[in-house]
């Protein structure tokens, strides 16, 4: 049952998103600029030194992933901007690591994630602001696993199982999906 939010995350980024068939898109928006760039920059590049091993053994059933950056200089606006450039121009599977309350408070209000029907995987902000109400399309990580989950969402292992995109489960904590985690 732990393992099914992990599943639903990833049938629902394969049912509501298109990549090309070449590769497997993400995105990752994060601050490599202004006060709060040495956060940015690590999860930019754990995001990438991780992309770039599972592409080394293969990628994921043959296709390759490319992670898309772009820097939101830890502004709110731009990080909508960003997110709606990124959604109309790349088409990712999923969006990855975001950084701030603030950032994703306001992404959330602009109806963007409701819209694109793109998940959030890993956001980078503890707020509560963020886990309640519940948002179907964030899924909260520790930031140790939460470029590890992205790629095994997308790995053969998750396709092995039949996720349902109909879960009940309406809630998921970062508890559970590090346990899942380790598990692995």
């Not at 293969?58 to 296709?63: D, E, I, K, L």
Request: proline letters at 5%; charged letters at 20%; aromatic letters at 8%.
């Amino acid at each position: 049952m732990k393992k099914s939010v992990m599943f639903l995350a990833f049938a629902l980024a394969l049912a509501c998103n298109a990549a090309k068939p070449a590769d497997l898109a993400l995105t990752q928006i994060v601050p490599t600029t202004g006060a709060i760039a040495p956060n940015g920059l690590g999860l930019q590049a754990g995001g990438k030194a991780y992309i770039d091993s599972v592409n080394a053994t293969g990628g994921v059933n043959g296709q390759k992933i490319v992670l898309h950056n772009f820097d939101d200089q830890y502004k709110p606006d731009e990080t909508v901007r960003l997110f709606q450039k990124s959604a109309a121009e790349n088409h990712p599977l999923a969006f990855m690591n975001f950084t701030g309350a603030a950032n994703i408070e306001l992404l959330i209000k602009s109806g963007e994630l409701d819209k694109n029907k793109i998940p959030l995987i890993g956001p980078r902000a503890g707020g509560q602001s963020l886990r309640n109400p519940v948002n179907p399309f964030i899924f909260h990580t520790y930031s140790a696993t939460g470029t590890k989950w992205t790629a095994w969402w997308m790995s053969s292992a998750a396709w092995d199982r039949r996720a349902s995109p109909w879960s009940t489960r309406t809630t998921r904590s970062a508890g559970t999906a590090s346990k899942a985690c380790r598990r692995r």
